[in-house]
């Protein structure tokens, strides 16, 4: 037994959603003719309570899309210092947007609306003009934190005021929407762009949705093109997100219970200097002094347990539908095990 916690992104699909996939009817996407791709689409926009959307191959391309559309060359991107457009897209704001950064240090990679306000830049030649704000839902390098929705409404309204775009990385958003009980329309009537990964918690094989504005989504799939993102059969991959919406978003809960299982066991561990707090599937915990990230990466391999060292002293343990109670029971045991040796 395999017990993989590495991340969420390496589930594979159910019987039921492979069954889903090679009955899905098809068309060439790029031509508009995929009616399940076209159905993906529709589906999500209404969800969210938007009016279009577009299907990408992954959550990087979706994020880099929107920011791509919107901003110019030369503009300047508030987020935090951990977020996934900036540590985990391969310099994309700069490569594909012609676009610079800038990074605040929040909390538990969450920032405020008082931050973004200082980070605007003045309406100076000499600066960059800022034109973008985007947020990570579920912040990742924050342990799989969440936003508070007065949080972001009031990120939105520094927004406004300051004629600025709002873009979200919601990755994993579906599991900040069943952690905090919240609805997809909540978001969609605060954000400008959602990018959502359909490739992670909900089991899809492949693909992400951006989902905004008609007007938006148009230029996006411009975008899409240029990026090499347009596909042709693309129907029996948008099946398996269509059953993971319909089927797999209430079982996420599961995750979360399952991650703080392995919380409960690690803060008993001796090496183990502090835990993130643990609000979804993600687990990331400080190793003491005398111990290495990866040396207890290594140890857990050894019983057949895979985690990530994210950092010298940080671990980072990811819960996902292809962990089991029983693999959960066991990873328990080998932390103890190892924890009295």
């Known amino acids: 037994m395999i017990v993989d916690l590495r991340s969420d992104t390496v589930t594979r699909p159910t019987p039921a959603m492979l069954e889903a996939m090679m009955s899905a009817p098809v068309g060439d996407d790029v031509f508009g003719e995929d009616p399940t791709v076209n159905k993906l689409e529709a589906m999500a926009a209404s969800l969210f309570g938007m009016e279009a959307a577009l299907y990408c191959p992954t959550g990087t391309m979706s994020n880099q899309v929107a920011i791509k559309v919107h901003t110019q060359p030369g503009d300047e991107v508030i987020c ?3 977020a996934h457009v900036y540590q985990y897209e391969g310099g994309g704001i700069a490569f594909n947007a012609g676009a610079q ?7 538990y990679g969450r920032i405020t609306a008082e931050q973004v306000l200082q980070a605007i830049n003045p309406d100076d030649v000499h600066k960059a003009r800022t034109s973008l704000v985007c947020l990570e839902n579920t912040a990742n390098r924050g342990g799989g934190s969440c936003y508070d929705l007065t949080a972001v409404e009031a990120i939105r309204q520094v927004c406004d005021e300051h004629g600025l775009q709002l873009h979200l990385d919601g990755a994993r958003l579906f599991n900040a929407l069943v952690a905090r009980g919240e609805s997809p329309r909540q978001h969609g009537a605060l954000f400008h762009s959602i990018s959502v990964c359909l490739n992670k918690g909900l089991g899809c094989p492949a693909g ?3 989902i905004s504005r008609a007007a938006f989504i148009k230029k996006a799939r411009r975008i899409r093109k240029v990026f090499g993102g347009g596909m042709r059969q693309a129907g029996y991959l948008a099946a398996a997100g269509i059953y993971a919406l319909e089927n797999q978003v209430d079982r996420l809960a599961t995750d979360h219970q399952h991650a703080r299982l392995l919380a409960a066991a690690l803060a008993k561990a001796p090496f183990t200097a502090r835990i993130l707090p643990v609000e979804t599937n993600i687990v990331i915990f400080e190793i003491k002094e005398g111990w290495q990230a990866a040396q207890l990466a290594a140890r857990l391999k050894e019983n057949n347990i895979l985690a990530i060292a994210i ?17 959960v029971e066991y990873t328990v045991e080998v932390i103890e095990k190892i924890a009295g040796s």
């Open 101 to 107: 950064v800038r990074l605040l240090d929040g909390a």
């Open 208 to 210: 992400s949705i951006l």
């Open 80 to 82: 935090d210092q951990t």
């Open 311 to 327: 950092s010298p002293t940080q671990l980072r343990m990811v819960l996902h539908l292809d962990v089991t109670a029983a693999m």
